[in-house]
């Protein structure tokens, strides 16, 4: 993995948010209780002097791991998050996960609807998949929550000013240039909570997480951060491997995303 300078990765990723927080009116964050969401949620806790200024939602199937259920209610307390939990259907959807597909973005998509959020902090980034790769800092869907990948607006010299639907929203990526070594060390730095399922139990850890139905465990004795930093110079594994949404043709990841999907 390619070596970055953690200190230009978090300046990098405050600006973009504190930018984002003082550009748009109603503001928020996506939280899986993954890795990456949570250290996006440290970052901004660094950039708005130890508090997160804007709701956090989580998009709830009622399959998540019974970890991930605790590790949010001691996180949210913790750092006095103002959560949001929205309930998404289980039912056939193109993709053919019912639980972590377009159900979830029709749920995102009433919450949308029913508080005006015209931004949203999301914690993807370019190395997860081919098609987020093609994804911008800031990145404008429409009133339908569609993503015209093919014209994107340009971002030159860290202007990411856009033009959006007056009814669509902008999803706001400030971790597009991490990578997953990049995360692990500043969860090591800054000494970020995080979900117990990372580490190795039995010969397996959860390298990405998703729900109960659709994410498998890889093998792995990493029992602490510094076993995981190791395991990640030397593997040759995807990291999100173990998400079966992920292992579907491009082309369906890419038409999801362009209809929101998160």
Not at 166 to 191: A, C, F, M, T
Request: hydrophobic letters at 35%.
């Amino acid at each position: 993995m390619i070596k970055q300078d953690l200190n230009e990765l978090e300046e990098r990723s405050i600006f973009i948010m504190r930018e984002a927080k003082s550009r748009f009116k109603s503001v928020a964050a996506l939280w899986s209780m993954g890795k990456d969401s949570t250290t996006m949620l440290a970052l901004a806790r660094k950039a708005f002097l130890g508090k997160v200024p804007f709701p956090v939602i989580h998009i709830d199937n009622s399959i998540d791991f019974p970890e991930t259920y605790a590790f949010r209610e001691y996180l949210a307390k913790k750092w006095k998050l103002d959560l949001i939990v929205v309930k998404s259907e289980i039912k056939p959807e193109m993709s053919g996960f019912a639980c972590c597909g377009a159900n979830k973005t029709a749920a995102l998509k009433r919450l949308m609807k029913e508080r005006g959020f015209d931004a949203l902090i999301v914690s993807i980034r370019r190395d997860e998949h081919g098609i987020r790769g093609k994804e911008r800092v800031i990145s404008p869907r429409d009133r339908n929550f569609k993503w015209d990948y093919k014209n994107q607006p340009a971002e030159l010299w860290d202007d990411y000013s856009s033009s959006r639907d007056s009814k669509g929203h902008v999803r706001v990526h400030p971790l597009l240039d991490w990578n997953e070594l990049n995360i692990w060390q500043y969860i090591k730095r800054e000494k970020i909570p995080i979900n117990s399922l990372y580490y190795s139990r039995n010969g397996y850890r959860y390298r990405s997480l998703g729900c109960t139905h659709c994410t498998s465990p890889v093998k792995s004795d990493a029992k602490t951060i510094d076993g995981i930093m190791r395991e990640l110079e030397t593997t040759d594994t995807e990291e999100r491997g173990g998400r079966d949404q992920d292992k579907e043709r491009e082309y369906v990841m890419q038409k999801l995303r362009a209809l929101g999907y998160l």
